[in-house]
């Protein structure tokens, strides 16, 4: 099935760091990759959506230039979060659909990243 | 606008006894439903998906789920319950007819007790 590898899977550094998050997806093409935060209890909150080639779409109240979305190739897509602070620290979670982003289809998760900031 | 809701923030269940995790939708067009399973510290597993065509849907793991589109639900099940099923799970909803974003619920804890 379709796998969606996460790099890394727990960053912990101090405060105005910043920190760049992988997500490969592993045996498919993915036009569409997904960036989520998930706070303690709750569910995902959309980020932004990657574009292979294209600019990012972010969510309302996402700050573009804090969380930077670079989706160069069909397979990779990261998400750099600029002079991280604590208010930052979450867990973050990168999603493609299978099957060239056909809109029926599920998407496929990588394990996501923790991210600490001292 | 489209929605999910979960009703239910935890369920709590015996092993061996049938499961049922709650889930209703709106949406303005046909929904693409889905259930997820996430584990601590890992990201969502895909679990099932309901698209078109039969209202009961089968999935991973032994479970399924049944569309009903005019009480709008799409309520997850399991006939046995299993202690490795606690989890939290999620349920999604995609609206066809337009935009094509997936909305999450807030997500339903499912503790099975041994």
């Known amino acids: 099935g379709a796998v969606v590898s996460q790099h890394p899977s727990w960053v912990i550094c101090k405060s105005g760091t910043s920190v760049k998050i992988e997500c490969r997806s592993l045996?498919?093409?993915?036009?569409?990759m997904f960036w989520y935060r998930q706070f303690p209890k709750q569910s995902l909150m959309l980020m932004a959506t990657?574009?292979?080639?294209?600019?990012?779409?972010?969510e309302q109240g996402v700050e573009k230039d804090k969380f930077l979305i670079n989706h160069a190739s069909l397979t990779l897509s990261t998400l750099t979060v600029t002079s991280a602070h604590p208010e930052d620290s979450s867990f973050y979670i990168c999603?493609?659909?299978?099957?060239?982003?056909?809109?029926?289809?599920?998407?496929?998760f990588g394990d996501g990243t923790r991210l600490s900031i001292l | 606008a489209q929605s999910v809701a979960q009703p239910e923030d935890q369920v709590n269940v015996a092993e061996g006894n049938p499961l049922t995790v709650k889930c209703t939708y709106s949406?303005?067009?046909?929904?693409?439903l889905f259930w997820y399973v996430q584990y601590p510290n890992r990201g969502l597993q895909f679990l099932l998906k309901?698209?078109?065509?039969?209202?009961l849907v089968k999935g991973s793991y032994g479970f399924e789920a049944e569309f009903n589109k005019s009480q709008t639900s799409f309520h997850l099940k399991k006939p046995s319950a299993l202690v490795s099923d606690s989890a939290l799970y999620f349920c999604?909803?995609?609206?066809?007819?337009?935009?094509?974003?997936?909305?999450f619920g807030a997500g339903t804890r499912l503790f099975v007790k041994a």
């Open positions: 990657s574009n292979e080639g294209s600019k990012a779409t972010y």
């Open positions: 999604a909803v995609r609206d066809n007819d337009g935009g094509f974003k997936t909305i």
């Open positions: 949406v303005s067009g046909n929904p693409y």
């Open positions: 309901y698209i078109t065509g039969d209202n």
């Open positions: 999603s493609a659909r299978g099957n060239g982003g056909a809109t029926n289809q599920p998407q496929h």
């Open positions: 045996d498919f093409q993915a036009t569409t």
